[in-house]
């Protein structure tokens, strides 16, 4: 992999590609040639770190080609999203804004509309950069992600996979082929909110997903999680946040107490006061959004 | 305001088919055989002596054609500003030294992008980097590093001279890194300020911003050596500048530089003067013998091609109880980064465009442009004027608060009339201030706004624009060609960047030949088939070359009614012009068509086919320029103004604010194409919501941090407000059936406006642009963070 | 290494041979000389560059043109027919919806991207077809009124 100081040239180096047809194929390119290839599906941030001379690597693997990676499938272990599933297919997915509905409203948050076409959720999470919107949506619905090599497959949770700013737990030789989701339990709402650095259609500044669970009564909450992005070198779960909450009753003093642990559990490097502030703000209005969402449909159907 | 026939109508451009199916071409679509690309190796230090470059490894790639430095080019210098005073300062390509991240350090032409890319990674280029400096207070101080720390020695005669003006250029020595300096002062302003009731000293500080046009920048460059003609196909807003610029730099006989006609993709004054690439790619042509097109990436286009200019302002106004502005001090530091840019120019715009606002007795404007090692400003969209509105419409708020009067009201009081003559012999023929802020208030609801809450705040803000200066070529020229057809072909040298000249001069030589839209082939932007033209960025589109094409029609008109006269044996007062014929009035029967005519004139007047020749100057009475540093002289024969209303919402959890409304009372004179008008102001109130919101260029040691659509944000279509649009119904007699300009005054007034908005509802003023979600939570009080970034 | 590869460009099909770094916006205006499709970042962020890939819009500065391969791409070039104006490409010149016509194409096939899929949508979401196209002259607003009025039209004349 070469960096370079000529980035500002916006051009794209050199590289060698292949299309397999096979994820097995595709696998045992990426065990022959290892840290030298680079997986290429959406392209949307590949291509454009290569554009930059971020990275230049000498192979490239387009799996767009790979027939039938691209599915949405629910069933009774709920949902499992193909690698080349994209953006737009997830966010418009009837079954995934019915029942994840946090994770569509994140995809559909993401880029713009032509970006949505092309990327991937699978890319989404293997650039596992701070402020990927799609991250904490699945670190709340606790996903497993589906990693292949030539020597197999593992089935990682997805706490497991972020190691620090764009490293993650996938190997040189492996390929993420399918991301799992396992249906929300019975009485759960969840939503996802954000705040945009500057402009309405932008990086996030911070993004917060949150899925909570009330008891029969409706009163207590008897679990809950939230999922952080782009405040902290990876994205996280405010797991002290969590904590606060888990097992008592959802009174506003208590989210926005809760809130505001979650703002202290932020490291942001750059806007840190504005984005603690408005890790505060909109943890609260998750939390009271994601609750609502729950009260709305006394009678137990699952829907987010 | 007068009905017309083709002039005043909401006619549908006539660029717009072939920019509708793509067919319009821009200048990085001419592809020309056997054409080089080229690439720029750029500085990656703000400052640095160059010790050695080493050329060779990329000379041997296969695919390189030439590599050139420096010191093949020569201290060849150039400049937006090249005057006695302030002989040009720039380089194509640095010799000794780098003053900027992002400078010109060699540069490659090859046969594709790739190559030309693979061959700036083989070049070795050994820095010795130096103390820099980035803040210009900093380089103001004793011992701060210099910029400029030789002196400039102009090599050859100066723009100006060439230009005319019997005065040689002169060495430039910066002292303190001061580039350039201006002092401008009527009545006495000490006098002014002891008979003040109320004096206030308010600063104020605006950013660099970029002028994001969505076409990146782009030369293709044909050098011929046997006929030793150059052609060129270049973004731009003037040809004239360029061609002089490319024949001076490359020693080439100006009528041999050929700027040829293309569309350009949006250029807000940010592509003006000559730029290195464009130099560089016709040196690399010359040198190759093969057309080279250097294209820059949007990278590029945000770190080295100019920016907006950043200002510290220092206003301090003396006003009487009633609100009468009596004195007004405004002290200035321009820093314009590593090299001059037209930091002289602005300053003197900054207070040119002011100058006609406000009747204020006694005023000084002192100036001060300071080098420092950071990318160069040029003029962007009202050049100095956004930056000093900011500044002098903010604080008249805060006054109007102190004193308890309406800001509106306060206004009102102070500003100028049609008739008045401003301290520098300019006279105001047409002025729609006092209307324009009335029908503001009027359609805003202003006065039961003005009390806010809710989170709300309505807020006002003044602007004025010139109307064309002298500036080279000084004048404008047209040429109407009448057909044998009935149609008439128009020659003129404005050229088309979106801003609708093709169209507008379309129809005022229709207009004053009595002919349809459709009847007028136009000519537009080519150097070679087009008379001197003073281009688009001096304002003077439809003031001066706009009255040029109107001469020149009525010129033709003329001939056309003599050799009438002559056929049908009348009076040319008894004749009149309907439909492309000339008819006899009291027998409207009596008649012959436009094409018969020339044809006729042809046989009976020795082959004349009728041309018809006009032309303008911006100020008929003056030579050449006023005085930058003093601001006398006569400066421009009309002023557009803008009054703008900015309706805003602030969300005190965010910080956000939400500009739900702009409205712009615009005094443009006679619209030429009602259409164009509203797509300028509409344009300039998102503009102005970019400036006075989301846009800054953050640079850090140097280096700018935010050079990519990514980070530099520009309002997308969320950000766009609802725009009302009124007219004030103003006419200026001088102007082209009453009309002026109206391309660049607006934004300034709508930055005002929204600034004083977000005040309004939030009770408390941040003094620096953009106003971000932070300044305002700690406006507030509500969290930490700087007030100014 | 040169790879031959055939792609189908509003209904015509080409082959040429060219390197895999090659995206389809460079395929577009350097090879096949379809200089319409406009490049203004080339890292995805303006929407000049947009095209239609079956239908979809898309960034061809992102694309690799090996990639595009087996699908329909539609460019400005292709919007109109038979020298007639598409209804949105005649809209556009009627509302003042164009200063420069830089962002033009990208929004063109923005729009009709959305129509083909959406034949009435709300200003909302006609606002959020174009989000991702970039416009520095026209302030958008012109650019709104003619996709509604082309939408309102088509409604009517079902």
Redesign the interface.
């Known amino acids: 992999m070469v960096t370079?100081?000529?980035?500002?040239?916006?051009?794209?180096?050199?590289?060698?590609?292949s299309?397999p047809s096979t994820v097995e194929e595709a696998c045992s390119l990426l065990s022959k040639h290892k840290s030298e290839a680079k997986i290429?599906a959406g392209?949307?941030d590949l291509?454009?770190s290569m554009?930059?001379r971020k990275i230049s690597p000498r192979y490239?693997i387009?799996i767009?080609?790979i027939p039938g990676l691209d599915y949405i499938q629910f069933d009774q272990d709920g949902l499992k999203i193909g690698a080349l599933a994209t953006l737009?297919s997830i966010a418009s997915s009837p079954v995934v804004k019915d029942k994840f509905g946090l994770l569509a409203a994140a995809c559909r948050k993401i880029?713009?509309?032509?970006?949505r076409?092309?990327a991937t959720l699978a890319g989404n999470v293997c650039q596992a950069g701070p402020s990927q919107d799609g991250i904490p949506p699945l670190l709340v619905l606790e996903a497993r992600l589906k990693l292949v090599s030539t020597r197999g497959q593992r089935i990682i949770p997805i706490d497991q996979f972020f190691k620090g700013p764009f490293q993650s737990a996938l190997e040189d030789n492996e390929l993420l082929t399918e991301i799992q989701i396992p249906t929300p339990p019975v009485r759960s709402g969840g939503c996802y909110r954000w705040?945009t650095?500057?402009?309405?259609?932008?990086?996030t500044l911070v993004g917060v997903a949150v899925l909570i669970k009330s008891d029969p009564a409706g009163k207590l909450c008897e679990d809950v999680r939230i999922g952080l992005c782009s405040v902290a070198p990876s994205p996280i779960r405010a797991r002290q946040a969590e904590e606060l909450l888990r097992g008592r009753r959802v009174k506003d003093e208590l989210v926005k107490q809760a809130a505001q642990v979650a703002a202290g559990e932020t490291s942001p490097r750059s806007?840190a006061?504005?984005r603690r502030?408005?890790t505060l703000?909109l943890v609260e209005r998750a939390l009271h959004e994601a609750w609502r969402n729950i009260k709305n449909f006394p009678s137990g159907r699952q829907l987010l | 305001m007068k009905e017309y026939a083709v002039v005043g109508k909401p006619l549908a451009r006539v660029d717009g088919k072939v920019k509708v199916t793509g067919e319009a071409l821009f200048a990085g679509d001419i592809r020309l055989p056997n054409m080089l690309h080229g690439k720029i190796l750029r500085s990656p230090y703000p400052h640095a002596k160059i010790i050695r470059i080493d050329t060779r490894k990329a000379e041997a790639l296969p695919g390189v054609k030439a590599v050139i430095t420096g010191r093949d080019v020569g201290p060849v210098r150039f400049g937006f500003v090249d005057t006695p005073r302030y002989p040009a300062d720039m380089y194509p390509l640095a010799i000794d030294k780098v003053r900027y991240i992002g400078e010109e350090v060699v540069a490659v032409a090859a046969v594709d992008e790739i190559t030309a890319a693979e061959a700036l990674e083989l070049i070795e280029v050994e820095y010795e980097p130096l103390p820099a400096v980035f803040d210009p207070e900093e380089a103001l101080k004793d011992g701060a590093p210099q910029v400029h720390d030789e002196e400039i020695v102009p090599t050859t005669t100066c723009a100006w001279q060439d230009w005319g003006v019997a005065r040689a250029a002169r060495p430039y020595k910066a002292v303190n890194n001061i580039c350039a300096t201006t002092s401008m002062s009527y009545g006495d302003i000490e006098k002014g300020f002891s008979e003040s009731d109320y004096i206030r000293e308010d600063k104020f500080v605006v950013p660099a911003t970029s002028h994001a046009a969505m076409e990146p920048h782009v030369a293709l460059a044909s050098y011929d050596s046997s006929s030793g003609k150059l052609d060129v196909w270049l973004g731009h807003m003037s040809l004239a500048v360029k061609q002089y610029w490319l024949a001076k730099t490359l020693g080439i006989p100006l009528s041999k530089v050929r700027v040829h006609r293309v569309f350009t993709g949006g250029a807000f004054g940010g592509k003006i003067p000559l730029f290195p690439y464009e130099f560089l790619a016709a040196f690399l042509s010359k040198k190759t013998g093969r057309p080279v097109r250097i294209v820059l990436s949007r990278e590029e286009v945000f770190t080295s091609c100019r920016l907006s200019h950043r200002m510290i302002i220092d206003v301090k106004t003396g006003v009487k109880s009633d609100g009468r502005i009596v004195a007004q001090h405004v002290k200035l530091i321009n820093d314009p980064g590593a090299y001059r840019g037209s930091s002289p120019v602005v300053m003197f715009l900054a207070h040119a465009f002011r100058n006609p606002i406000y009747n204020i007795p006694n005023w000084k404007h002192e100036g001060i442009g300071v080098y420092t090692n950071k990318a160069v400003c040029n003029p962007k969209r009202g050049h100095g004027s956004p930056q000093m509105s900011f500044a002098v419409e903010s604080q008249l708020d805060l006054i109007a608060e102190h004193l308890g009067i309406d800001p509106a009201e306060l206004r009102l009081r102070n500003v100028r009339k049609t008739g008045d003559v401003l301290p520098n012999g300019d006279k105001l023929d047409s002025c729609g201030l006092s209307i324009g802020i009335r029908r503001a208030i009027e359609a805003t609801g202003w006065k039961e706004k003005r009390g806010g809450g809710n989170n709300r705040g309505i807020g006002m803000g003044l602007a004025a624009m010139f109307s064309g200066a002298a500036y080279y070529p000084f004048a404008s020229a047209a040429i109407a060609r009448l057909n044998p057809d009935g149609t008439a072909t128009l020659f003129t040298g404005q050229s088309e960047f979106g801003q609708g000249s093709d169209t507008a001069m379309s129809q005022i030589a229709a207009e004053e030949l009595g002919l349809t839209l459709d009847d007028i082939i136009l000519v537009s932007a080519d150097s070679e088939l087009c008379p001197i033209d003073i281009g688009g960025f001096l304002s003077g589109g439809v003031f001066v070359s706009g009255e040029a094409v109107r001469r020149a029609a009525a010129d033709a008109k003329r001939q056309l009614l003599n050799i009438a006269s002559e056929i049908l044996e009348t009076e040319v007062d008894e004749l009149e012009i309907n439909n492309g014929h000339v008819i006899v009035k009291a027998k409207p029967e009596r008649g012959a068509s436009f094409g018969e005519l020339v044809k006729y004139n042809i046989q009976k007047h020795n082959g004349d086919s009728i041309i018809g020749k006009g032309f303008c100057k911006p100020v008929p009475e003056i030579e050449f320029y006023p005085s930058l540093s003093k601001g006398t002289g006569r400066f421009t024969a009309a002023y557009g103004f803008t009054m703008a209303v900015a309706e805003v919402e602030v969300d005190p959890e965010t910080g956000k604010v939400k500009v739900h409304r702009i409205t712009i009372a615009d005094d443009c004179g006679q619209p030429i194409n009602p259409l164009n008008v509203h797509g300028q102001l509409l344009s300039q109130a998102v503009m102005g919501v970019g400036d006075a919101l989301l846009e800054e260029v953050v640079t850090e040691e140097g280096r700018i941090v935010n050079p990519s659509f990514e980070d530099y944000k520009i309002p997308g279509v969320h950000e766009v407000p609802e725009f009302i649009h009124i007219s004030t119904e103003t006419v200026e007699p001088k102007g082209p059936f009453g009309g002026k300009e109206v391309g660049e005054c607006a934004r300034a007034a709508v930055i005002a406006a929204i600034a004083n908005a977000v005040t309004n509802a939030i009770g408390t003023r941040i003094y620096s642009l953009p106003i971000t979600p932070e300044k305002v939570l700690k406006a507030i009080g509500k969290t930490g963070g700087s007030g100014f970034s | 290494m040169k790879q031959l590869i055939k792609l189908t460009v509003n209904g015509e099909s080409y082959e040429m041979a060219i390197e895999p770094r090659m995206t389809l916006l460079d395929v577009l205006r350097d090879i096949l000389g379809l200089t319409g499709t406009k490049s203004g970042c080339s890292i995805g962020n303006c929407g000049s560059c947009t095209v239609l890939l079956d239908g979809k819009p898309v960034l061809s500065c992102l694309l690799l043109a090996v990639e595009a391969q087996g699908k329909d791409i539609l460019t400005i070039e292709g919007l109109a027919q038979n020298g007639q104006l598409h209804p949105l490409q005649q809209a556009f010149i009627d509302h003042g919806a164009i200063q420069c016509g830089f962002c033009t194409p990208g929004m063109l096939l923005s729009a009709k991207a959305l129509l083909d899929e959406n034949p009435s949508p709300s200003e909302d979401e006609v606002k959020e077809a174009i989000s991702g196209n970039l416009c520095r002259c026209t302030g958008y607003t012109n650019i709104v009124k003619a996709i509604l009025e082309v939408a309102q039209g088509q409604k009517e004349a079902e």
């Open positions: 370079s100081t000529l980035g500002y040239l916006l051009t794209l180096p050199r590289f060698n590609y299309a290429l392209g949307t291509l454009v554009k930059k490239l387009g767009k080609a737009r880029g713009t509309p032509q970006v076409n092309m705040a650095k500057i402009t309405a259609i932008d990086e806007r006061d504005y502030c408005m703000l």
